[in-house]
């Protein structure tokens, strides 16, 4: 019998073959979800800290916007620079102090969702709901001689977002917010220990604007009542502080 020589190998056939030996096997699966679970995070900790963030509202306060364990977002970027909280927004904003019991204080005990809740993941507690009704400078009081608020001289129209039957206030107060500073109450007024409860306090009643996290922009559960949020047409009307007393 007689030997084949094997054909010797082009220089092309070389270049593929020292191709494929040199070609990268595709990462396993368990690498791969690693890494995903890991941008993940990356992403949800710039949005939460730059961008939205998740609420949810604990207690009765805001009615008949929102209702206890309501999930809402807020979102930081109207207040990047120098935006600042305006009159009708609802605001997220960390407890002056003394505002919040030790109990609304304490967030989430299981501990997964206390880790959801430092990354943006899950609601975050510790923190208060209420609607801005005057910002510094302003001269907010109750009642004028129909019962209606005033800011700067200006009564304010609040059937559209109080729950229905109820007073602006039970309670009387007269009041020029610093500089700096907000007025705020909850929209269901009479189950509400807001800026009116605490002027006996350090803070005088008065929320320091840094405080705010952000503006609340939507209710995003229960499905159902899913909306957007928007600033009631009456603070439009709200002449400025200077021009008020011009």
């Given at each position: 019998?007689?030997?084949?020589?094997?054909?010797?190998?082009?220089?092309?056939?070389?270049?593929?073959?020292?191709?494929?030996?040199?070609?990268?096997?595709?990462?396993?699966?368990?690498?791969?979800?690693?890494?995903?679970?890991?941008?993940?995070?990356?992403?949800?900790?710039?949005?939460?800290?730059?961008?939205?963030?998740?609420?949810?509202?604990?207690?009765?306060?805001?009615?008949?916007?929102?209702?206890?364990?309501?999930?809402?977002?807020?979102?930081?970027?109207?207040?990047?620079?120098?935006?600042?909280?305006?009159?009708?927004?609802?605001?997220?904003?960390?407890?002056?102090?003394?505002?919040?019991?030790?109990?609304?204080?304490?967030?989430?005990?299981?501990?997964?969702?206390?880790?959801?809740?430092?990354?943006?993941?899950?609601?975050?507690?510790?923190?208060?709901?209420?609607?801005?009704?005057?910002?510094?400078?302003?001269?907010?009081?109750?009642?004028?001689?129909r019962g209606r608020i005033t800011v700067n001289d200006r009564a304010l129209d609040e059937t559209g977002y109080l729950p229905k039957g109820m007073d602006p206030s039970d309670m009387t107060f007269d009041k020029t917010v610093p500089a700096g500073?907000?007025?705020?109450?909850?929209?269901?007024?009479?189950?509400?220990?807001?800026?009116?409860?605490?002027?006996?306090?350090?803070?005088?009643?008065?929320?320091?604007?840094?405080?705010?996290?952000?503006?609340?922009?939507?209710?995003?559960?229960?499905?159902?009542?899913?909306?957007?949020?928007?600033?009631?047409?009456?603070?439009?009307?709200?002449?400025?502080?200077?021009?008020?007393?011009?």
């Open positions: 019998m007689t030997d084949v020589d094997e054909a010797a190998p082009t220089p092309a056939g070389r270049r593929r073959g020292r191709k494929q030996a040199g070609a990268k096997k595709p990462m396993p699966l368990w690498q791969e979800t690693i890494l995903l679970l890991a941008l993940a995070l990356v992403l949800a900790i710039v949005i939460k800290s730059l961008f939205v963030q998740a609420f949810y509202i604990p207690s009765p306060s805001m009615e008949p916007q929102f209702v206890e364990n309501d999930r809402i977002l807020v979102q930081k970027v109207s207040y990047w620079g120098s935006g600042t909280p305006q009159r009708g927004d609802i605001v997220v904003f960390e407890d002056p102090g003394g505002w919040l019991d030790p109990a609304d204080s304490a967030g989430p005990t299981n501990p997964v969702a206390k880790v959801l809740e430092r990354v943006g993941l899950y609601p975050a507690g510790g923190h208060l709901v209420k609607r801005v009704m005057a910002v510094g400078g302003d001269h907010i009081v109750c009642c004028d001689s500073d907000l007025w705020v109450m909850g929209d269901n007024r009479s189950f509400s220990a807001d800026s009116r409860y605490h002027t006996g306090g350090a803070g005088g009643g008065f929320v320091d604007q840094d405080l705010v996290v952000g503006r609340v922009f939507a209710l995003i559960w229960p499905w159902g009542r899913a909306e957007l949020i928007h600033r009631p047409a009456t603070f439009a009307d709200v002449p400025d502080a200077k021009s008020a007393t011009d």
